[in-house]
């Protein structure tokens, strides 16, 4: 059987914070974007390409907002977001549970938290931007 998901190409990875995991699911569509890092396109004298690959991992990234959250679901992201002890901003690692396949991933995030404030829905955050790292161990 071929592979299908991220977890099919990612090692495990231990998070630096494991005492929860993130794991509210997003009301807009999860963007998968993947590619394999570190490589470097050059165009050739005779007009073809050139591509270097320094390292042949997979790299994935994951966009997903939240509209409509309630106050508490809001203030778990920010708290998740800020907290030194948690996330502390891109600084560290968590584990993720992905709301549709079913995976555990060791993630960072990969953005700054961007929320707004509407008439009727308070509580939105517009974009989160993950860094997967690995599969939970």
């Given amino acids: ?12 990875a231990t998070a630096d914070y494991t005492a ?8 807009h569509l ?5 590619g394999i890092g570190h490589q470097k396109i050059f165009d050739a004298d005779d007009d073809n ?3 270097i690959s320094y390292e042949d991992t997979p790299e994935f990234f994951i966009a997903m907002g939240y509209r409509g959250l309630s106050e508490d679901d809001a203030g ?8 030194p002890d948690k996330a502390n901003g ?22 700054d938290m961007k929320r707004v404030v509407g008439p009727t829905w308070v509580h939105s ?13």
């Fill in 1 to 12: 059987m071929a592979a299908k998901e991220m977890a099919d190409y990612l090692s495990n």
């Fill in 20 to 27: 929860m995991e993130l794991s509210l699911v997003p009301q």
């Fill in 30 to 34: 999860i963007t998968e974007i993947g």
């Fill in 49 to 51: 390409d050139i591509v």
């Fill in 76 to 83: 778990l992201l920010f708290d998740f977001f800020f907290n």
């Fill in 90 to 111: 891109w600084a560290k690692s968590f584990y993720w549970q992905h709301p549709t396949d079913g995976h555990i991933y060791t993630a960072r995030f990969d953005s």
């Fill in 125 to 137: 955050i517009t974009m989160v931007r993950l860094k997967v790292l690995g599969n939970k161990p």
